[in-house]
């Protein structure tokens, strides 16, 4: 087990989809709604409950996209793009990731620390399914957002604290963070505060 997976696979207490050869998750969109469910009350087990009443739509594929939540009005609405259609480990790993988006109703800008911990829960729970880490899901920026979130002690206790005192991810701030995680350096905790990209 890598230090990636042990520190941030939540145990998944599902059960994988059921693959055969053919069996990808564009066409067994029942399935994909199934893990949907299950993946959001971990979600919120692990990082507190949803900050809003907000109807989550079941999640759909859609063309051009790598993975995105959207909200309009009061409907959160999941797109899932073409690795994840193909892909039932790229598949957990996005919806888990935008499934931590949706927690606080997409009330702000990402940061940093949000993308961060979307990465830790979406790649955790498919490493936990799959007893692999798929680390294609957290490239570039988002790998080192991962990184960064890792350097938090007890990361998914932390964020879960914030919002247990109101504060969504995307509105935490340096000295808060430092202060539920004393670990943390001063340079970390204003880089994860930041707008993403």
């Given amino acids: 087990m890598s230090h990636l997976e042990s520190e941030f696979a939540p145990l998944w207490r599902g059960e994988p989809p059921a693959i055969s050869p053919c069996d990808v998750p564009v066409f067994n969109l029942d399935e994909v709604h199934r893990l949907q469910t299950l993946l959001l009350r971990e979600a919120e087990k692990v990082l507190g ?14 063309a051009g996209t790598s993975g995105r939540a959207l909200r309009k009005g009061r409907v959160i609405t999941i797109d ?4 994840a259609a193909t892909d039932w480990q790229s598949c957990v790993a996005e919806l888990g990731h935008e ?5 606080d109703g997409l009330t702000g800008d ?5 993308e961060g911990m979307a990465c830790a829960f ?16 957290a490239p570039g920026a988002y790998g080192e957002a991962l990184k960064m979130v890792a350097s938090i002690p ?3 206790a932390v964020i879960k604290g914030l919002r247990a005192r109101g504060i969504p991810m995307c509105r935490v701030t340096p000295s ?11 340079a970390t905790a204003t880089k994860l505060c930041e707008r993403f990209r």
Avoid at 80 to 83: C, T, V
Avoid at 122 to 137: E, K, L, N, W
């Fill in 154 to 156: 007890d990361q998914f």
């Fill in 122 to 137: 979406g790649v955790g729970q498919a490493a936990a399914m799959f007893d692999s880490v798929p680390m294609h899901r």
């Fill in 99 to 103: 499934l931590v988006h949706a927690l």
């Fill in 176 to 186: 808060q963070l430092m202060a539920a995680a004393p670990g943390i350096d001063a």
């Fill in 110 to 114: 990402q940061t940093w620390l949000e």
């Fill in 80 to 83: 899932l793009g073409r690795i």
């Fill in 49 to 62: 409950p949803r900050t809003h009443d907000h109807t989550i739509e079941p999640a759909r594929f859609a």
